[in-house]
């Protein structure tokens, strides 16, 4: 059978402002064009001119245009997604991610010429379906209504027309569940459907074209009516929550201490290996490569943690520690340390350090691969933490570093750089105490 839609553009001449009637405008429009709305058609309408009849606008700021619409978007958003110099990708409070948050700054201003950004409108949907209302009353012809806008693709060039708001109409023709044409079942297929409607509705007009309104008559996947919320991608589905530099600085932000393990989830062997081989691409001294990360088997992991218990002991027993807090101590690290379903003991070998004949020299020799290794294990638990699995990295064989050596028969010159409890977060191990904010002006001086 053929299939056929018609794409009609309904142009108009009115520059819409606050309070404008736009139903009565785009009746205007399809008069004009010689056409009457029917049962089943479905109106495109660009969002820009429903911000403008909603005056969803906001001053933009003085100064260079581009940059003051970046603030803006900046101010309105619920979520940076990507920040570069190039672009600023934003996720609205709709949850809908574009450049700029889909903010528009052309060719509005107020009474006084004043520039104003345009925000997208505040609840697209309640917009379609005002429209649709608007047109049942007046017309009595039930019509589905998209309000659309231009967004970007992350992963092609161009763009094109999606739709913000659903009212009378189809958003998504779910197909799973059906069958393809050798009989296979299809699991995921899901037509955005709205949003190809948006996008055939572009084929009609330019954006100097002064053509906020397109028919498109003849669809059959009109039903069930959705909504734009339908195509928005929930947070949990997302596996390309940020970009550009965002996403360093997320996955830095991402990492937080985790002391309470699952022990039903062993550690897998691909997180950890791509774990330890960003590990090795922190900076180190003298071209090295001196970092070395020990996995201890379960008998190892003992005997290690027994005879540095033995030494923690005397060491605080010859403080004057109280015996009572000694064992909360040592029970509190064992907790950690032997609870975890991994336990890794980093080091840095000084096999590669340059020698001096004095000690200030030889420390601040030594000092250089220590921190040499502090780089390769913020690496390593941002790393583990993007898999999705929490660290710890604790003090212990820092303070006892000939103990480790003997237990585990290594060189004078492999310095140890604590261990790194390492495992599945327990569901009971609770949120991390939120980070005291930054104020980077502290931290960061000139002189
Ligand atoms: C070198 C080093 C040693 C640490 N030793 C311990 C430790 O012995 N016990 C512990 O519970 N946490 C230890 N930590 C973790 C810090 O307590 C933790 O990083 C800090 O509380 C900040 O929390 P966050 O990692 O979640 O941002 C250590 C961290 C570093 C860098």
Redesign the pocket.
């Known amino acids: 059978m053929t299939r056929r839609i018609e794409v009609v553009a309904l142009p108009t001449d009115v520059r819409f402002g606050p309070g404008d009637d736009l139903v009565g405008a785009l009746l205007d429009a399809a008069a004009d064009a010689g056409v009457d709305l029917r049962d089943g058609d479905v109106v495109c309408v660009a969002s820009k001119v429903v911000s403008l009849v909603e005056d969803a606008t906001v001053p933009l700021p003085d100064g260079d245009p581009r940059t003051a619409r970046r603030e803006v978007a900046r101010a309105h958003a619920a979520r940076i997604v990507a920040d570069t110099p190039g672009v600023l990708v934003t996720e609205t409070t709709h949850g809908f991610v574009s450049a700029n948050g889909g903010i528009d700054a052309s060719n509005v201003a107020d009474t006084d010429e004043r520039a104003r950004a345009l925000l997208l409108p505040s609840d697209p949907d309640a917009s379609a379906a005002r429209v649709r209302d608007g047109l049942r009353a007046r017309t009595g012809v039930e019509v589905g209504v998209i309000v659309t806008d231009t967004f970007g693709r992350p992963w092609r060039l161009g763009q094109t027309e999606v739709a913000l708001g659903v009212a009378g109409t189809a958003a998504v023709r779910d197909e799973r569940g059906g069958t393809d044409l050798d009989g296979a079942l299809l699991e995921v297929t899901e037509a955005a459907v709205a949003d190809e409607v948006a996008g055939a509705a572009d084929l009609v007009r330019t954006k100097a074209s002064g053509t906020p309104f397109v028919l498109v008559r003849g669809l059959d996947a009109t039903s069930p009516h959705g909504t734009g919320q339908d195509l928005v991608r929930p947070a949990d589905q997302d596996l390309f929550r940020t970009g550009g530099p965002t996403a360093a600085e997320a996955a830095i932000g991402g ?3 985790v ?1 309470l393990f699952d022990p039903a989830r062993p550690v897998p062997e691909g997180p950890l290996h791509a774990a330890v081989a960003a590990a090795a691409t922190a900076p180190a001294p003298h071209h090295t490569r001196p970092w070395r990360v020990l996995r201890l088997a379960d008998t190892t992991r003992a005997r290690l943690l027994d005879a540095m218990a033995t030494r923690w002991r005397q060491d605080l027993a010859g403080d004057g520690t109280d015996p009572a807090v000694i064992a909360r101590r040592l029970a509190r690290s064992d907790a ?1 340390l032997r609870a975890a379903p991994t336990l890794l003991v980093p080091f840095v070998t000084l096999d590669g350090a340059h020698h001096y004949p004095d000690e200030r020299r030889t420390t601040g020799e030594r000092d250089l691969f220590v921190l040499s290794g ?1 780089a390769a294990l913020q690496n390593l638990q941002v790393v583990l933490a993007a898999h999705g699995l929490g660290a ?5 064989t ?1 303070f006892c570093p000939d103990t480790v050596r003997e237990v585990l028969e290594l060189p004078g010159t492999w310095q140890p750089l ?1 261990a790194v409890a390492v495992g599945y977060p327990s569901p009971e191990a609770g949120s ?1 105490r939120p ?1 005291p904010p930054v104020d980077v002006t502290e931290l960061l001086l000139d002189r």
């Not at 710890?392 to 212990?396: G, K, N, V």
């Open positions: 990492r937080r201490t002391r950690v502090g710890a990295w604790i003090s212990s820092a604590g991390p980070r």
